[in-house]
């Protein structure tokens, strides 16, 4: 079988095609032969030829669309005009490709503009955020409409619903994310604890929540956790918050705002900065808070999850996917007192995880079985 595939960026440093890319041994290994379309591509990717598409105007939203038509200039060109054959199935993620087979969703814009309406605007940014928005759904409805796509894929059963509510007649099905095992583990967890503790400075009293993410403050609910740590610290002064990942020209944005909002902040908030060994930074960590207001399902849940760390998350997309509340982690609501009450009974011993319980989250070698069970069914 052959298999094009088409993503800017076909790499495992992508959210979206990190799953994908830890797949393409186990297709070689099948006799799939795989073609990429891409801007970027790992260099050690098993893929058989690779496609690098011009790259210009790669900047927020604009290279999403310049990608995309350059995309379908090519495939137009090749399929209709120059009568290339076909490939078995031409696999994109929504929603670079309408003319492809296997279309796989890992985002919801149609739940993001509904969070964005109750969140209101308080600034030129939160405008573009709301026009870029607007603009996404209006091409992702035209996509679901004008696709030839056999089958989407969407990574929780949440962004499945508000699928099937805008093409009921398309065939939906659901493929979790995955999660390196090797990576994120309890064994980990237990071999660089103490050790990364030191380094950052925490004290064995301290209860350390990680909160992780590499940009979209505002959206993952990062001034809630904030909101919520200081006032549990009130009564908890030794609850800390470790916020992981961000550039620094970022995370300088959120430091001004932070003296501004809660003087004295650095002795309770720790940034590191990206980082390429995410999973010691969880070691050093006592639990996942994660208020985020919109995701899809976000591999941080899987991740911190399968280093045994309790999971303290808003009822999001993808949330259902992977949080069995009172087993590992609590449902938190999006007001941050109401929050300081559950991360309390954490804290204070009252609630006490059962790790590890990884609910529908798959490991690197179901997922690569899955996906090609997906390939086989678009061909």
Not at 22 to 42: K, N, Q, Y
Not at 141 to 169: Q, Y
Not at 233 to 238: I, K, L
Request: with cysteine; aromatic share 12%.
């Amino acid at each position: 079988m052959r298999v094009l595939i088409i993503d800017p960026n076909v790499s495992v440093s992508s959210p979206s095609m990190k799953g994908v890319v830890r797949s393409l041994p186990a297709m070689r290994a099948e006799g799939i032969e795989t073609e990429v379309w891409c801007w970027h591509c790992d260099d050690d990717a098993a893929v058989d030829h690779v496609v690098l598409l011009p790259e210009f105007l790669n900047f927020r939203i604009v290279g999403t669309y310049v990608f995309t038509l350059m995309a379908m200039l090519r495939c137009w060109w090749l399929y209709s005009l120059a009568g290339r054959e076909r490939p078995d199935v031409i696999y994109t993620v929504a929603w670079y490709l309408p003319s492809c087979d296997l279309c796989h969703v890992h985002f919801s814009p149609w739940d993001w503009l509904q969070r964005q309406r109750s969140l209101g605007l308080h600034s030129l940014r939160d405008l573009y955020d709301r026009v870029s928005t607007v603009i996404s759904i209006g091409f992702a409805n035209w996509f679901l409409v004008n696709t030839s796509a056999k089958r989407l894929i969407s990574v929780s059963e949440a962004v499945a619903n508000d699928l099937r509510a805008l093409a009921p007649e398309r065939e939906i099905s659901v493929l979790p994310n995955s999660y390196d095992a090797a990576r994120f583990n309890l064994q980990t967890r237990a071999v660089h604890r103490e050790a990364m503790r030191a380094e950052l400075g925490f004290a064995a009293r301290d209860v350390v929540f990680v909160f992780a993410s590499a940009g979209h403050y505002r959206r993952k609910g990062f001034f809630l956790a904030v909101e919520a740590l200081s006032i549990l610290r009130q009564a908890h002064p030794n609850a800390r918050l470790l916020v992981v990942g961000g550039r620094e020209t970022a995370l300088n944005g959120l430091r001004a705002q932070l003296n501004a909002q809660h003087p004295g902040w650095s002795e309770w908030i720790t940034f590191t900065g990206m980082v390429s060994d995410i999973e010691r930074y969880y070691a050093a960590s006592d639990a996942f808070l994660f208020p985020s207001y919109s995701e899809a399902f976000a591999l941080v849940e899987v991740e911190t999850a399968a280093c045994g760390l309790p999971l303290f998350l808003t009822r999001h997309h993808g949330s259902e996917m992977i949080l069995e509340d009172g087993l590992n982690g609590r449902w938190i609501e999006f007001d941050p007192a109401m929050m300081a009450v559950v991360l309390a009974e954490f804290v204070s011993g009252e609630w006490k995880p059962v790790p590890t319980v990884m609910k529908h989250a798959l490991d690197g070698e179901a997922y690569a079985q899955r996906f090609i069970a997906e390939l086989r069914a678009a061909a």
